[in-house]
């Protein structure tokens, strides 16, 4: 037998003449380097949702343009990963939301990493488009129409404490102690305790109970102490090999910032999981 796809499943093509529509109505573009871009989306693609509904925010990338600085924006509601590049343009904002995978389609381009990136969004009639070029190849998609969160509400302001830890050091810790928290009763959950150490701790009352200890490059505020998902600070230390991170905390039940200690244009904010005993 034969399966044939719905009419929805296929994109609406805009018309053929969209190029002169964009140049004859002067749109604003930006322009990037091409190797940001790449990075930026390898971030935050991380923290999408690709089970989600094709429609829902969780399945999409954010894209924020102003004052001459890029954002990119990802999250499944549980994390949220960031990232900022600088761009040119003579545009005061651009806001668009685009499906992940398309985004991981042009950072996966086999052009060359110094390329200039252009994009910009325009309509036709009540329809949205994305539409981007680089060396030469161009394209386009439609804008996702789902309401983003107010996402920079996340981010936490008040932050207590900072722990500077190496990213493969800690990821090796987690690692010993994930058959733990991977058990059924072991709730994804690691615990987090540390200055001068952190201590990876996970129990499961079918296993028992592991732990590690890592040291930490420096430390200040008072003793860290929370609870997160294991598979998710994985995702994050992951994307930083051979670097050291900044974990920065406030309270056990405020979200943990994970950076690198070299890099403020890429972050990634963790929701953490309840203590046992709270």
């Known amino acids: ?32 380097q091409f190797s940001k871009f790449v990075s930026s989306v390898e971030h935050v693609q991380v923290a999408t949702e690709s089970n989600s509904s094709k429609n829902h925010y969780t399945n999409g990338i954010l894209i924020e343009v102003h004052d001459n600085d890029i954002t990119l924006v990802g999250t499944d509601g549980r994390r949220l990963h960031y990232a900022s590049m600088d761009c040119s343009t003579n545009l005061d904002k651009l806001s668009a939301l685009i499906p992940a995978e398309i985004a991981t389609r042009i950072a996966k381009l086999k052009v060359r990493q110094s390329s200039k990136l252009e994009f910009c969004t325009y309509k036709i009639d009540d329809d949205e488009y994305f539409s981007w070029t680089v060396d030469g190849i161009e394209g386009f998609c439609a804008v996702m129409e789902t309401p983003y969160p107010e996402w920079e509400k996340v981010i936490p302001h008040e932050n207590e404490g900072l722990i500077e830890v190496s990213a493969d050091a800690l990821s090796k810790g987690i690692d010993r102690v994930s058959p733990i928290a991977k058990a059924d009763d072991g709730r994804d959950m690691i615990v987090l305790n540390g200055n001068q150490t952190i201590t990876v701790t996970a129990s499961a009352g079918s296993i028992g109970k592991g732990e590690s200890r890592i040291a930490c490059t420096h430390y200040k505020g008072p003793e860290m102490r929370v609870a997160l998902n294991y598979v998710y600070l994985l995702d994050v230390l992951k994307l930083h090999k051979g670097k050291t991170v900044h974990l920065i905390y406030h309270g056990d039940l405020d979200p943990v910032v994970v950076r690198p200690s070299s890099d403020g244009t890429r972050s990634s904010i963790l929701m953490p999981v309840r203590l046992p005993e709270d």
């Open 1 to 32: 037998t034969l399966q044939a796809r719905s009419i929805e499943e296929f994109p609406v093509i805009p018309p053929v003449w969209i190029r002169e529509l964009v140049e004859s109505e002067n749109i604003g573009g930006v322009t990037t």
